[in-house]
């Protein structure tokens, strides 16, 4: 079974410096997607980005950006130019690419708060 | 725009009532998820359908039923709810692998608490 895990429960970023969030996760398989999602508070989880295991080129989008290592099976979460509005709990997210389903398996979560 | 919505936001109910928890979703998605969110553990599958009356069990089933009757409808049952229950529920549809990177869409969550 395929385990994603998120070591650190909590960061802190001051406002406009970079910040990343890491994810390891264990699978046998070769193909794959893996996404981060973000959950503000008492708001609804909305995906950040997602990556496909396929690619070698790291997704982006806008101040988003990952780190994909596939051999060492790290899918780190980087955010540049903090904002506010980017405090919230980040899951990161595995999906099989194989079977007939999109079950996901998430991580524990990380909270990242950002400071003024 | 997707839309999952969650007909509670927030849910008080007392220990052995039956609690019913709806999820509508608009965008004729095949895959439809109940999720329950606790600190420190993350999003844990309660129970998926990937189709109409059909249903798979997740990683902690028990002591939840769901019900599929149309394809935009997926109901969590609680039949006796406990104080255990008490927790952060989401609801979640995805179109079938193929059809995009199977990414899920989440509803706004129903907070219930059981006394």
């Not at chain 1, 385990?3 to 994810?23: F, K, N």
């Not at chain 1, 390891?24 to 508070?41: A, G, I, R, V």
């Not at chain 2, 952060?88 to 059809?99: D, V």
């Amino acid at each position: 079974a395929q385990t994603v895990t998120q070591s650190q429960p909590e960061m802190s970023v001051q406002e406009a410096e970079t910040v990343t969030l890491s994810c390891t996760y264990d699978t046998s398989e070769s193909d794959y997607y893996l996404f981060w999602y973000k959950q503000p508070p008492s708001r609804q989880m909305i995906l950040v980005i997602r990556q496909e295991a396929y690619k070698q080129q790291n997704a982006t989008e806008n101040r988003f950006s990952v780190n994909f290592q596939k051999a060492a099976k790290s899918f780190s979460l980087k955010i540049s130019d903090s904002q506010l509005g980017d405090a919230a709990m980040y899951f990161c997210a595995y999906r099989s690419a194989n079977g007939a389903n999109s079950k996901l398996t998430f991580g524990k979560g990380i909270t990242l708060s950002v400071r003024p | 725009d997707v839309k999952v919505t969650q007909s509670s936001r927030y849910l008080v109910k007392r220990t052995g009532e039956k609690v019913f928890l709806e999820c509508v979703q608009d965008m004729d998605h095949e895959n439809m998820f109940w999720y329950r969110q606790d600190p420190g553990l993350g999003l844990r599958l309660i129970y998926f359908s990937y189709d109409v009356k059909m249903k798979e069990k997740g990683d902690i089933p028990e002591g939840y039923s769901v019900s599929r009757e149309k394809k935009e409808r997926f109901s969590l049952i609680l039949e006796s709810a406990s104080t255990n229950q008490t927790s952060m529920y989401l609801c979640a549809s995805s179109p079938i692998p193929g059809r995009g990177s199977g990414e899920q869409f989440f509803g706004p969550g129903t907070r219930l608490t059981v006394l």
